[in-house]
């Protein structure tokens, strides 16, 4: 695994203190610009505009239809413009949509990068313009970005680990090989994620059978390194730690296919739609919730005040700090934390209104599980 990290957090995060004031907007349906506009009322003479490269839509569907449209929603709430796009995987493309915004009068930008020299080499010109960076969501190593917004990835971790661990020993399995399904060996979060939950693992006593990475968290290959794990060890496995849900839906689709599906318990992340479904269903033991909306809002806010030159309450909201291992800065940060989703507390991420019991109570059988774990409205 390349970038093998530590994560110390030299300060806490208060999620109350972050105040946000939201109003509902328009949707956004343009899948690659959605730009909101808005005149800024504390700096009438200083035109803030944030500029907002998100990711892909392979890796995960929350980039679009969670990220999207809270961010857009609480910069037009605060009369800031914005230009959100997303780079589609292209690391190329990436690059390009960084330069135009800055050419464009970003007075901030704020990235989820593809990779870390990629980010690296936007942050430099970024900074050379007086143009703050936040990394939001995964860290640019090496990159030197002013702000950092994310979860404890490393307790993401600890929750899919011990998740699967209790998943493991409610089957009496107390001990034996398992599987490590890891996201991007280029995605500094994979790392962590993988930290937390090995340790988890191998701390319960369980050995490590196979461990592999998959590039670009693409899903089809995920299905397709998972069978060749599965065949190598000819399915002796205990359980399956997987990174996130879409990995997670691979892993159950070659289970299912072996007819494995109710014997190994496996793990995701990011409670989407179908990692909830196969919770309910008992096909993946375990989710991890993260509120999207509270990192988008923290993300907002805090872009809000630097577009509008505002550094001291930038820094009020960044209480935390993490340690980029390239550089050995400290970053300063905002770290929310995540929740272990088991059948038991789907009902918490419905409730949050993340998403609803009609997305995911969509058949009999889900119909049934929903109804016993107390999924709906």
């Not at 390009?96 to 800055?102: F, G, K, S």
């Not at 870390?116 to 080499?121: D, G, I, R």
């Not at 190593?141 to 002013?146: D, E, H, K, N």
């Not at 991007?184 to 701390?203: H, R, V």
Request: charged fraction near 25%.
């Amino acid at each position: 695994m390349k970038h093998k990290l530590s994560m110390r957090v030299a300060g806490a995060v208060v999620l109350t203190a972050l105040t946000f004031t939201v109003a509902a907007c328009g949707s956004d349906d343009e899948p690659s610009t959605g730009t909101g506009s808005g005149t800024s009322t504390s700096e009438p003479d200083v035109k803030a505009k944030v500029g907002v490269i998100l990711p892909d839509t392979a890796s995960s569907k929350r980039w679009e239809t969670n990220d999207r449209p809270f961010l857009k929603e609480a910069f037009d709430a605060a009369g800031v413009e914005s230009d959100i796009q997303n780079a589609q995987g292209d690391k190329a493309k990436w690059g390009t949509i960084a330069d135009q915004m800055l050419s464009g009068g970003a007075t901030v930008l704020l990235i989820v990068n593809l990779d870390s020299p990629s980010a690296a080499a936007v942050i430099k010109k970024a900074t050379a313009q007086g143009v703050p960076v936040i990394d939001y969501d995964r860290l640019t190593l090496g990159g030197g970005a002013s702000y950092y917004v994310s979860f404890d990835n490393v307790a993401v971790g600890t929750a899919i680990g011990s998740g699967l661990v209790k998943c493991m020993q409610d089957a009496g399995k107390t001990s034996g090989p398992v599987a490590l399904l890891n996201g991007s060996p280029t995605d500094n979060n994979a790392t962590l994620f993988k930290q937390g939950y090995e340790k988890e693992i191998t701390g319960a006593g369980y050995s490590i059978a196979d461990d592999q990475s998959v590039p670009d968290w693409d899903n089809t290959k995920a299905g397709t390194i998972f069978e060749q794990m599965f065949t190598k060890a000819k399915g002796d496995f205990v359980g399956v730690a997987a990174a996130n849900d879409g990995l997670g839906g691979a892993v159950a689709a070659v289970l299912k296919r072996e007819g494995a599906s109710e014997d190994i318990p496996t793990t995701g992340q990011d409670a989407t739609d179908e990692g909830l479904q196969r919770v309910l269903l008992g096909t993946q033991c375990v989710t991890v919730y993260k509120a999207i909306k509270k990192e988008a809002d923290a993300a907002a806010q805090l872009a809000i005040a630097l577009a509008k030159g505002d550094t001291a309450g930038a820094d009020k909201l960044a209480t935390g700090q993490v340690e980029d291992t390239e550089t050995k800065q400290q970053v300063k940060s905002v770290l929310l934390e995540p929740q272990q989703i088991t059948k038991e507390n789907v009902k918490d991420v419905v409730a949050d209104g993340f998403t609803t019991a009609d997305k995911i109570c969509t058949s009999e059988a889900l119909k049934k599980a929903c109804e016993e774990n107390g999924v709906s409205g």
